[in-house]
């Protein structure tokens, strides 16, 4: 655990993005990952009324993509639901929950930003600078950055980029649905990203890894 990118007692949003610029520039983006044994899928629900939330990590077992670990941990938020700042929110859980397991990933895929983000360091890149493993922003929504359409076909990508430069990628992960947003979190190149989500999508929107760590998150596994 790299604890120079975790925080002690409460933090201003103005502290937030400070650290995170101080974080970006360790982002390493490039990487390939050859093969993977296990992979694990984060995210979390919360509930706005209360501020209550339940973060869920599964690890499944490659390529079978057969559940072989869950691990959950709930909880308050205490930080503000601030765009950009998720992290400062969701990962004191998601810690807590990773702190649990017993078999050790060697991918991750977030539900949540990587690269693609305002200052470069979403909830992806900010929880691989932490464990130090290559992990994978897997995005419903888009932060930042500007893209063309994929083709309707599942597989098919367009680049997005923000001011010239790509931070990531518009991935149809299913025919006729909505791409998903597909960055780079921690060591691990955006093209390797998009061949390993590619790899773990089973007939739905999202890729079986971050599927289940919903469901699991929201009570339904």
Same mark, same amino acid.
């Given at each position: ?44 629900a919360i509930?706005?009324?209360?501020? +209550? ?63 693609? !983000? ?6 992806? +890149? !900010? ?54 947003f597909i +960055?780079?979190? !921690? ?35």
């Open positions: 655990m790299n604890e120079k990118y975790l925080w002690k007692g409460v933090i201003t949003p103005q502290e937030a993005v400070y650290l995170q610029k101080q974080m970006a520039v360790n982002v390493i983006r490039y990487g390939e990952v050859a093969s993977a044994g296990y992979i694990a899928g984060i995210d979390i509930w706005k009324k209360s501020n +209550s939330a339940q973060a869920a990590i599964v690890v499944l077992k490659y390529p079978q993509l057969e559940i072989v670990e869950v691990q959950k941990s709930c909880g308050e938020v205490e930080f503000p639901y601030i765009p950009g700042l998720l992290s400062f929110r969701e990962i004191p859980l998601i810690l807590e929950a990773w702190q649990k397991l017993s078999v050790s990933p060697d991918i991750i895929m977030v539900d949540g930003q990587g690269y693609a !983000h305002p200052r470069r360091i979403g909830l992806a +890149s !900010h929880f691989g600078l932490l464990v130090d493993i290559p992990t994978i922003g897997c995005a419903k929504s888009r932060l930042c950055g500007d893209y063309q359409m994929p083709t309707e076909e599942a597989g098919g990508y367009c680049n997005l980029t923000d001011d010239g430069e790509i931070i990531g990628a518009a991935l149809r992960s299913k025919t006729g649905v909505r791409p998903l +960055s780079v979190g !921690h060591k691990i190149s955006l093209e390797n990203a998009i061949c390993w989500v590619r790899k773990c999508c089973r007939g739905y929107r999202l890729p079986q890894p971050t599927r289940l760590a919903h469901l699991a998150a929201g009570g339904n596994l």
